[in-house]
């Protein structure tokens, strides 16, 4: 713009300066190009003029200065003055225009009239035969009417008149201009102008009218005036997007717990709603809450959803409004009972309190004796475990992660029960027992398929050390001695369901298997004939510590609560093969719940 | 305006006065009333929620603008101060007015007119019940707060933690390794809930040779590393932990991997399965259950497989490890850890010391 400031009176410079050269480009300016054709050139809105390039070269021969000028291409006429136009080129001929690049019209000449000379003639033809016309413009001097001479003698300059007239209405209120074009007819009113005056006093006139009547209705605090009124600017409002019929408010698709939630409904009619209700709705809950919206402001409901109400999932809410009038019913505006709008409210998330009693520590170690002969016999093991469990109750009830050892001797019950010697040599003079030490851990996965029907998974894995040697030494197969000792990763898993309350009542049953160590069917009842006295009775059958014969094993397990967080057990049991390959034996278990 | 009417009250009044005064006079002619003021009105949809860092536009129509100066009054939830933003005429009709970029938990506004009078009008809410728009923080946000307060403001971490386990075997070799980490934790606390680096080392010896050979002797092993982590969080209760490390073992330039799925948060109840991989150590892979029930002790117990420190005479490398740790003061916590396991023969012990400063 500042650009223009410069530009522009340069152009009147150097227009005076060109006035008699041939065209040329003045200056350009963004798209737009200046040339010194105007009007008074026949040039206007529209003209072709084309662009000339001068090349000037000098003669390699005889010296002289050639001049040429080539044809660049076309510019057209967008808009003219009196002297000067302003043209526009295509892009990339637009690139190549420069100031003082000629220019010349290839369009033909155009005349053009002067507007105002135009309508005064205009005007002196409507005063023979009255009509409309349209508003008055500048009326400019030299050209138009000449001045008449009253009967006074004086000469009128009507032009003059009026000009000054016009020049006294603008920027002034309708009033203050129609007061000045009837002193204007008062003082001329032989003025050449007069018809078109009196168009202007009449639609200025008309102009207040309207003004008033707007003014009337901004007034008035009558509902019937003002719902007409907003209900046009709500028509106006809808081009942002889709308004109900009665209310419009905001979308809210989603919103966090336990705040409240302040909505603010647009009403197209404020008059025509005698009362409204806001219905909601938390997730879970049977039926909806109401809340009479509050008028507010010029056209408005507002209601508040309490932060009570606002929980976890989802909110339904409707609109319900009665109208003003006996006969009036209620009705759903927005949304309804049977298809209500709905905001999702966030979970809520808190850190929660460490919960209680979600941790279960057990440890056992478990004596079995199959042959009677305790630790010298063929059919015996301990089995010693540690069992970390953590209850997350969702979507996993519960995952435990143990350790645990399985050690001892085993083989077949009729080579044991046979051998006079006590030694598992078989008819043949074979040793027939194996000793195994299987150290294993594992991880449990523990579902809830139903309220008191739980699966728990395990796969456990760990070494199997087995030795065949017969020697029954201590620390074999474990220091540098390894002679008939086989190395293997035993690998296993166990399956159980519970049936009943984890903590009170229940009957658990499972299968296990591990290679190398044996299949374990088990059979397990849990109950609290006291709260300090938990009580679990088991059947086993099972062929460990090697795959061999099967057994039954009978276990009852008594416990003692003193504390909340700790209660010992201790363990006795019978097992057998056979009635005459049987024993007693024992253990005992550590509980700690914390 | 008062005093207007006030002088008009006493005019009239005198008025009567002198007509009782006069008797017979008769009434002056009344003085017009002035006419009701012309009354702006605004409507609006007004909106519930914006995301936040994102500026309020209101878009309004105005029936009879010139009537009144029309501002609209707001300020941020929390703030005493309310503050003017005009309405302006948009180019595509009607008017807006845009608020700035909002925060959590939102702003709070209203419109409200003022005549050529200085007489205040309400054109929705006020500031005594303002209108509420919510900026609802995101999930991630929600996270973020609770972790902080959880924290204390504390985001940073420097931790040493040594732990080692003796495998032991059955030809009386020496099969152990110790590892040692000095960690530095920032806690950005959003998706990615935390960034480390650290510096690390394990040494060890193990059996030359595999079992099968009946290995004679031993050899020293060790890695030397510094490490990147990154602890994503996919869930409010799953994280995802990515470290890479370089450095250098007993055959020269070795690079690691880890990674662990948390579900659960680190700091409560939760389930941790991992692995890693060293290339000239070998790999190793834990399942760890962590329980928060009795505070202020945090336990956990993992059964760990691993080749450390680089053992080829038995790929079972086993154990089972309980830890716990203990929080001495707000800014200190203690870590220890036992564990029993074998890789090859009888079960032996190991066990780990810890302790992390939170800044």
Redesign the interface.
Known sequence: MRWLLIVVPALLCVTVALASAEPTVLAVDGEDIYVDLGAADGVGAGSELELLHEVVARDPQTGAVLRDRFALGRLRVVKSGERLSVVVAEPTLAERVLAGDRVRLVSPKRAFVDPWVAQVVASRAAAAAPGPAGPPGPPTSGAGPTPSTPRTGAVVDHVALAREAWLDTLGQPPERRIARWQALIEADPKSPYRRVIENEIASLTDQIRQRED??AK????DDGD?DP??A???A??E???A?GDVL?????A???PN?P????F?VRQPAALHRAWLYVRPQGEPGYRRIELVR?????L?GTIEAAAVKEGTLAWYVEAVAAGPDAEVAPVLGSAADPRRIEI?AE???AP??????HVHAHVDYVDFDGSLATGFDQYYQAE?D???R?LHPVYA?????G?LSGTGGPRDVIDEDPMGTCFDGDGVYRCRQVTF?Y???EVELRLRRNVALMLRPQ???L?TDTSGLMEEGR????D?TD?R?S?GVGGRVRARFGEERGTNLVIGVGFTDGVGTLLEAAYHWLPHTAVPVQLSVQVTDQPVPENFGVRLIGDVGWRSLSWFYPSLRISYQARDIDHAGVSGGFAMNFD? | MKTHVTALSLLLALATSARAEEGASPAPPALPAPPPPVRALVVHVAPASAPAGRPVELEAEIDAPFAEQLTVRWRAIGDSQWQDAAFERSSAGGWFATLPAARMPGLEYYIRGQDAAGVEVAHFASAARPHVVRVDPTLIDRLEELDRERLGGRVNQVAIDVIGHDFGNRYDLPDRFLRGELTYTHRLLRRIHHIAFGFGAIQGRTPASDAARAPSEYVLNGLRYGFGELRLRAHASVFLDLRVALGVSQDGFDQAARGQVIFGKPWRSSVTVGGEVSGDLGPSAWVRLQWDTAPPLLMGASIVRTDLPGAVIDAAGLYLAYDVSYRLASRLTVRAQVSYGSRDGAAHLGGGLGTAVDF
Do not use: H, K, N
């Open positions: 707007a003014l901004a007034r008035s605090a003002r009124r907003i046009a600017l709500v106006e409002l081009g942002a997007g308004l419009a408010v905001a979308p809210l989603r919103a966090i705040r939630i302040e909505l603010g647009l507010d402001g010029d056209a408005y507002r966030d998330v808190v850190e460490i919960a209680a009693e979600r941790s540690i970390f469990m953590y997350f995952v435990r992660l143990g350790f050892t150290s851990v594992y991880t894995a760990g070494l050390t197969c474990r220091g540098a390894t000792c190395f990763t914390w």
